[in-house]
């Protein structure tokens, strides 16, 4: 039997061999926690389970025992690792922009179903009136802008920070949980001996041969020498840029190796061999791309809008005429009406003489 470092249940030799590989398996990473500015490593549920099912205790290899069959075994046995302190479920507390205020998972789930539901109630109302193409256009153009800020809010990624959860149970899905249990890897074991090697090396550089004695010096010259080049690169990088800048009062950029101490690989470090940039045009010329982008859209909405004002018109034009026609027919039946009202009163005068 061995115990978990941290105080938690004791594990077994062969809970401790599933722990070491899930938490050097699964893909990880570091958040904050809610009040305080520590940094912890989370994973996902439903990646545990998946790394579990990859894994020799799934399929028998190497003479290892079948303990999972299935996700739902796989579930019950990190549920099992979870009540030995080795992980805890949280739950994602959200920022909301411009508010001291906190968001809960929870919170947002209920605001989604009020949305949704608000939206179904007003899908669900008739219509009372019927529907003009101006009117049925602009409802269109509603529903676009409305589909358009959902698929913006689904980009834009929100700002969280995890807290622990009140029902510590594993769920298979996209819960998160943090990790407790960081016991030290092999890699870093064999790393931590070589350096050691190494600086007893050093120290032993006397009782080494000539032969390897000279060939560590030269080596030494040959480092130090790659890092005089890298340094004087730098040095006169620095130099041209503030000459051009000075030169051209600040309209200027010219970099020589741009990215030589950046975080690349050591060719993409040597590649461009200078950059030249202008920062006035470039903000100017973005402005007028913006600009640009800004009367298109508005002349695609006006030539959208025209052929609606036009059917509005012609509709009106048509009720104008519908109308017009009928005041003729009432005209025409208040005459006839007339005209037989006389006839009427002609019959009953000559009948009483």
Not at 158 to 181: A, C, T
Request: glycine share 6%.
């Amino acid at each position: 039997m061995s115990v978990f470092q941290e105080g938690g249940q004791p594990m077994t030799k062969e809970e401790e061999a599933v722990a070491k590989y899930i938490r050097f398996n699964i893909p990880c990473k570091k958040i904050g926690l809610v009040g305080t500015k520590e940094k912890v490593d989370y994973f996902f549920a439903s990646k545990a389970v998946d790394c579990l099912l990859d894994s020799k205790w799934a399929s028998g290899k190497g003479k290892a025992a079948i303990l999972f069959t299935s996700r739902s075994s796989c579930a019950d046995y990190l549920n099992r690792l979870l009540f030995k302190g080795l992980f805890y479920r949280a739950r994602k507390v959200y920022k909301k922009e411009g508010k001291s205020k906190t968001e809960t998972d929870d919170d947002d789930e209920a605001a989604k179903s009020k949305s949704s539901s608000k939206r179904d109630d007003k899908e669900d109302k008739p219509k009372k009136k019927s529907s003009s193409p101006g009117a049925a256009a602009a409802a269109v153009k509603e529903k676009e802008k409305e589909s358009e800020s959902e698929a913006k809010q689904k980009k834009t990624k929100r700002k969280f920070k995890l807290e622990m959860h009140s029902n510590q149970q594993f769920i298979d899905g996209n819960e998160p949980y943090v990790w407790n249990y960081d016991p030290i890897s092999t890699k870093s074991i064999l790393i931590g001996l070589g350096l050691l090697l190494l600086a007893i090396a050093f120290c032993l550089f006397p009782l080494w041969p000539p032969q390897v004695q000279i060939l560590a010096s030269y080596a030494c010259y040959l480092a130090l020498g790659i890092l005089g080049v890298f340094f004087a690169v730098a040095a006169c990088s620095y130099t041209v840029f503030s000459v051009v800048w000075m030169l051209s009062r600040g309209h200027v950029h010219i970099w020589i190796l741009p990215n030589l101490f950046a975080d690349c690989s050591i060719l993409e470090s040597f590649k461009p061999i200078y950059s030249i940039k202008y920062p006035g045009t470039d903000e100017k010329q973005s402005a007028e791309k913006k600009s640009k982008k800004s009367a298109s859209s508005q002349s695609k909405e006006s030539d959208s809008d025209e052929p609606n004002e036009q059917r509005t018109g012609k509709g009106s034009d048509e009720s104008g005429e519908g109308a017009a026609d009928r005041a003729e027919e009432r005209d025409g039946n208040e005459e006839f009406e007339m005209i037989d009202k006389d006839e009427a009163e002609d019959l009953e005068e000559s009948d009483r003489d």
